[in-house]
């Protein structure tokens, strides 16, 4: 997927990478091609984890809180007993 997008960026674009659960569970992690787009077009490429911006999960609470009490935001929420193998095919299509 990388490669694909590194051939598709604009100058100076910025990439943001969280999770790459596809290589988690790989014995031996994937390369990617085409690095050298970073380079050409002086892409910025930065990592970052939740837990960098942890200490503003409360203020996100209290914006965000609001908005779902008015029906502003709306979120679905499925839950499951136990885990079928049926219902994990579910899940991923």
């Known amino acids: 997927m990388l490669d ?3 051939l598709n960026m604009r100058p100076h674009g910025q990439i943001a990478v969280c ?3 596809s ?6 992690p994937q390369g990617f091609s085409n690095l050298l787009s970073l380079i050409y ?3 910025r490429m ?3 984890v939740v ?3 942890f200490h ?12 779902i009490k008015e029906g502003k935001i709306v979120y679905l929420e499925d839950i499951v007993e136990g885990l079928q193998p049926s219902r994990v095919l579910q899940l991923l299509l």
């Open 19 to 21: 999770g790459m659960i």
């Open 41 to 43: 077009n002086r892409i």
């Open 46 to 48: 930065e990592g970052f």
């Open 4 to 6: 694909a997008v590194l």
């Open 56 to 67: 503003l999960y409360p203020k996100f609470l209290d914006m965000v809180l609001p908005y």
């Open 51 to 53: 837990f960098d911006y």
């Open 23 to 28: 290589h988690y569970n790989l014995s031996q």
